[in-house]
């Protein structure tokens, strides 16, 4: 099936730091990655939708200066946080989708998640 | 706007019996996909299940099935003989089919615990 790898797993860092995380589709080429961030026994709360060669729609509420989204080849996405702070803090997930014509229903393939504290 | 309706917040079951989790959702598009994800304390999004709105017939993958009831906005999942390792937080969600329309429109989960 596809996968979709996400790095870092867990990062702790300083305020004020920016921190980087890579979304990448391994055996498929992404049209269309997501950007989701989920509090503890919360749901996914979607921040942005990127499609390649193109800038991310952002959801209302979401800090586009603040939540970075590069979509820059069909097998990569980058999420950075920037100047980050305590209450960046959360879990972080990307999906990847490839959109044919001909399969309208393609699922979303997620990665495994990146937990981020910031100090 | 849609939107997905999970009412049960946390359900039990015993190890070998079955457990129905709801979910009703809200749309005017005809044409849409549904969906169910499985989280586990690892916190990995798993694709359980999925339905296409224009199928009838009920999506079943192995121990896991759907009920869907498309004029009532009801899509329900079944899982049968229950293992421990079915305990996690479930999902369920809602795709429609328009345009650049592609996200997905989640319901706040159920948390799903099995009993030994």
């Known amino acids: 099936g596809a996968v979709v790898s996400q790095h870092p797993s867990w990062v702790i860092c300083k305020s004020g730091t920016s921190v980087k995380i890579e979304c990448r589709s391994l055996?498929?080429?992404?049209?269309?990655m997501f950007w989701y961030r989920q509090f503890p026994k919360q749901s996914l709360m979607l921040m942005a939708t990127s499609n390649e060669g193109s800038k991310a729609t952002y959801e209302q509420g979401v800090e586009k200066d603040k939540f970075l989204i590069n979509h820059a080849s069909l097998t990569l996405s980058t999420l950075t946080v920037t100047s980050a702070h305590p209450e960046d803090s959360s879990f972080y997930i990307c999906?990847?989708?490839?959109?044919?014509?001909?399969?309208?229903?393609?699922?979303?393939?997620f990665g495994d998640g990146t937990r981020l504290s910031i100090l | 706007a849609q939107t997905v309706t999970q009412s049960q917040p946390e359900m039990s079951v015993q190890e070998a019996e079955t457990v129905t989790l709801s979910c009703t959702y809200d749309t005017s598009e005809s044409d849409y996909y549904l969906f169910w994800y499985k989280q586990p304390p690892s916190r990995q999004m798993i694709l359980v299940i999925r339905q296409e709105a224009y199928k009838q017939q009920n999506a079943t993958e192995n121990r896991f099935s759907v009920n869907f009831q498309k004029a009532a906005k009801s899509f329900s999942l079944k899982i049968s003989d229950s293992q421990l390792g079915d305990a996690a937080m479930y999902f369920c969600?809602?795709?429609?089919?328009?345009?650049?329309?592609?996200?997905?429109?989640w319901g706040l989960g159920t948390s799903l615990a099995v009993n030994p």
């Open positions: 055996d498929f080429q992404a049209t269309t």
């Open positions: 969600a809602y795709r429609g089919n328009a345009g650049n329309n592609r996200k997905l429109i």
């Open positions: 999906s990847a989708e490839l959109r044919l014509a001909r399969a309208p229903d393609q699922p979303q393939h």
